[in-house]
């Protein structure tokens, strides 16, 4: 599906204000972008010319508060106690210290109501969120603010954004956390899942970004009239679902956010279209990875295939024993449910290798021999070892990420054997076969995932169809969903009631959103890979090179990055200041 759509774009304009563009080294040559500019050019604030005199006054002013700054920093700097300052729980220390490959960004927070849409209810909850104010230049300026979503927020993400969209933006930036997600929980750390089921969804989430949103501009002295000349404009930037996210506050709440930019955003997958295939996204996997290791789908469906079958061939808990031992795997760690029978054990253990390619797809940039997509490849096309020494080779790989040896340290485990259990949500009756079948992730986040994904967040992916790369084939149900969630929380999926609620299957009214896709991405056939518009006033960028939100790496610049994605930063920064000057425009301020 995904690359139909990008052959279908191979001809499509490069204008970056308008319409899908997939960037591609043919199709994107080199512009003059001008690096650093200042959003009161757009208000017309500013000549394009100062004067010698104004000049060596601003010379003199920025060397009197650079004196000033050193001399408070020498008291203050290392004083990180909490203060309260106009409202805002803050530390002490606002100015980021950088180190060569580090930025530290003061935590700041907010008192959140629990419950937004009840005012009745006046608990409250502590919301904390990481700042960024290198960069601003006052009221006027825009205010960024990126999305958090399903796991803890260390500290900001996307450098690309902090570093570069900040700078030549004079940008504020904001990094929130999603509610009962690492360090957000409103009702401590084992709260009860009817509780989960009112006060954990996508709209109270969407309620505390705008919550924060108002907090900093008011606090940052900004206008909340967009026709005023100190009125800060809010972009909205996410990935995956924080990307969704980030497109439903500018959809549903275009007087808050004025840009939208969601990256790898599953859009379609959530608005659950009836004629969406539930087997796309592990066939599109499939064929990426065929694509870059040939051999790859075939040598893994054939390894999966031989060891579930050496697996049923005996019922017998010794021979279970020994398959286990030639796995590599520790056979205390294996879950209850899955010594139902060998039946059962393969299933699940097939179903891992699944999960594992989803994760595998995501990493795949840039494209090379290092990403473990072609490690795993050639492990399981390497006929000089068994079915079974292939699997447990895969499992040793997967012992080398970070994900696996954070969860092993979780579970102070040394054992040179595979730890099963690193793979199970917690909660109570947790299964690999979690319900998002793309991979929920280990601990208390793992277990917050597949809440979401039971309740409304409802995922289709099934591999059902003769075009992956697994065994045995299984078809993604409803049927299945909801006897597992019944199971897992107590609670049936609601597939279409944000939808129903947020429309966003319908983008008539929509402008200023941008859609970006990595084009290897198994998330881009759920996605937008052609503007969803007539008059393409919601913009689509394609990467060919991608993966899952390329263009918004944790760690950048790295100088591996593909053409496409540098092209398409100068797109993405060409766009969002061509939105900016739209925007002052319409409100009289150019």
Sequence with gaps: LGHKNHDDQSSASTKSSYGTISLTPSNCQSENVRRYFAWSDFQGQASRHRSFSRTMIAICSVIVFAILLAFTLRFHLTDRQSVQCDGLTRLKSLVLEETEDEWVFPMLSYKQRLNHFDSLDQRLWTHKFFVSDRYFKGPGYPIIVIIGGESLVRTMH???????????????????????????????????????????????????????????????????????????????????????????????????????????????????????????????????????????AQGSKRMMKSVYEYLVSDESIGHLKRVVMELGICFDTIPQYMLESNQVFATELNQLIVQLHADYNMEYYPPSPKRILIKACEIVTNDHFSPTK??????????????????????????????????????????????????????????????????????????????????????????????????????????????????????????????????????????????????????????????????????????DDTEDIIEGHEHIMILIRNWLMEIAVKNGKA
Excluded at 256 to 277: K, Q, R, T, W
């Design 158 to 296: 996307y450098p690309f954004v902090y570093k570069r969209l900040a700078n030549e933006l004079g940008a504020f930036v904001v990094q929130t956390e999603h509610r009962f997600y690492g360090t957000a929980q409103p009702l401590g750390r084992d709260p009860r899942n009817e509780d989960l089921a009112k006060y954990f969804t996508p709209e109270q989430a969407v309620q505390d970004n705008i919550k924060v949103i108002q907090h900093v501009r008011k606090q940052l002295n900004c206008s909340t009239n967009k026709y005023e000349k100190g009125y800060c404009p809010v972009i909205t930037i996410g990935c995956s679902y924080p990307g969704f996210l980030s497109a439903i506050l500018r959809l549903a709440h275009p007087e808050i956010v004025d840009i939208g930019y969601a990256a790898s955003a599953p859009m379609i997958v959530n608005a659950h279209h009836e004629n969406f295939d539930t087997n796309a996204y592990f066939d599109h996997v499939s064929k990426v990875a065929e694509t870059a290791y040939p051999g790859c």
């Design 390 to 559: 292939q699997f447990a080779n895969l499992l040793q790989l997967v012992t080398t990420t970070g994900d696996y040896q954070e969860a092993a340290l979780d579970r102070n485990l040394s054992a040179s054997c595979f730890d099963l259990q690193t793979q199970v949500p917690f909660g109570a009756n947790a299964t690999i076969s979690a319900a998002d079948w793309t991979g929920a992730g280990y601990g208390v986040d793992g277990e917050r995932w597949e809440f979401q994904v039971c309740k409304d967040l409802v995922i289709k992916t099934g591999f059902g169809s003769e075009n992956n790369m697994f065994y045995p084939r299984r078809n993604w149900t409803l049927e299945w969903l909801t006897d597992h969630c019944r199971k897992r929380f107590g609670i049936t999926p609601q597939p279409g009631r944000l939808v129903n609620m947020w429309h966003f299957d319908d983008y008539s009214n929509a402008s200023m959103l941008l859609f970006t896709n990595g084009l290897k991405d198994g998330w881009s056939v759920g996605s937008y890979t052609k503007s969803p518009t007539v008059d393409n006033s919601v913009v689509v960028y394609n990467f060919p090179n991608g993966a899952h939100h390329s263009d918004l790496r944790h760690k950048w610049p790295t100088g």
